[in-house]
């Protein structure tokens, strides 16, 4: 009977508290669609662009699932630099010439296969016996993976533990009574949010410095471009994070309710920041990729650290960054005056 009782208030735990339930067996499903939208996507196409190169061998190329583009050197050379195109074959008196794009790993090597392929299948001009000149645009043929992945993770764990954190501090704000006296204190609304958002602000700064240096410094990830604009990116993302996981915690009664939100907010933003290559994604989830912070980030700090571009190219990303940060805030706002009347 005493085991009973005890199975029986469980029960009536789990009943009574119905985001919990809805968590516990809607978390899954939806983290699983997730990844069997991923992982049953269409093959990725290398993209090739092709200079002088002869028809016979682009007709092969494209039997094998590459899409070939015929282009002449300086259009070749800027699809290449704006990453239209994987790579480049260019058809000259010596060796043909390849010239990969070389951010991703990966792609690199699916490329070099597919060539490699072809030239074998290739039988005329004697040109599947001659070495193949390689270069790279970016990195390099010793290039990790985690090289390609490293960008991303920076973003990845400067957002979340700056949700998390300021999430649960705003939280406790809120629990301890300190943010009912503010309100009832002679301040405005937008001075408390700019408050709590400076002063929490100040830690991110610092934190996103720190994991910026360790990465680059101590683990020695690949970096090409500039530090202080890769500084001025996980500022810029630490920010979002840090109005989203206020804004959030304003629905959440407990730290554990705040973790809750983790499956929903952070894990889905995974799919769509580059961990996964985003061209064999359906279109409905690429869409929905374009309302996630962690994926204008992730791509900034891909740009400087891998290709190193600066601001005239990552200046788009961080611009929406900024108006992510604005638009929680103004969120931010609005609910406090909920919450006062």
Do not use: C
């Amino acid at each position: 009977m005493r085991i009973n009782a005890i199975i029986v208030r469980i029960i009536k735990q789990f009943l009574n508290d119905k985001r919990t339930l809805a968590l516990m067996m809607l978390a899954p499903l939806l983290i699983l669609w997730l990844l069997s939208l991923v992982f049953k996507g269409d093959t990725y196409e290398p993209r090739i662009g092709a200079v002088n190169v002869p028809a016979p061998f682009i007709q092969i190329l494209e039997s094998k699932g590459a899409r070939v583009t015929t282009l002449s050197d300086a259009d070749a050379d800027q699809k290449l630099d704006t990453y239209e195109i994987d790579a480049i074959i260019r058809a000259t008196a010596g060796a043909p010439e390849i010239t990969l794009e070389g951010s991703d790993p990966t792609v690199s090597k699916a490329v070099l296969l597919l060539l490699q392929q072809a030239y074998e299948e290739n039988n005329t001009g004697g040109v599947q016996n001659r070495q193949l000149t390689i270069n790279y645009l970016h990195g390099s043929a010793d290039m990790a993976s985690f090289d390609n992945f490293g960008p991303v993770l920076i973003g990845f764990f400067i957002f979340f533990f700056v949700f998390l954190i300021a999430g649960i501090s705003f939280l406790r704000e809120r629990s301890e009574g300190t943010l009912e006296r503010l309100m009832a204190s002679p301040l405005r609304h937008y001075e408390i949010v700019l408050g709590y958002v400076t002063g929490f602000g100040i830690f991110t700064i610092i934190q996103s410095s720190l994991v910026t240096w360790f990465a680059t410094q101590i683990l020695d990830i690949n970096m090409v471009g500039s530090f202080w604009t890769l500084l001025l990116i996980t500022t810029l993302l630490a920010i979002t994070a840090l109005t989203l996981g206020t804004l959030i915690s304003t629905f959440a009664s407990s730290e554990f309710q705040m973790i809750q939100f983790i499956p929903i907010i952070i894990v889905p933003q995974i799919f769509f920041s580059g961990l996964f290559n985003l061209e064999t994604m359906n279109s409905f989830l690429r869409s929905i990729g374009l309302i996630t912070p962690l994926r204008y980030g992730a791509d900034a700090l891909r740009e400087i650290m891998i290709r190193g571009k600066g601001w005239s190219v990552i200046w788009p990303d961080a611009l929406v960054l900024a108006g992510f940060s604005l638009l929680f805030m103004l969120l931010n706002l609005l609910v406090l005056r909920k919450h006062r009347k």
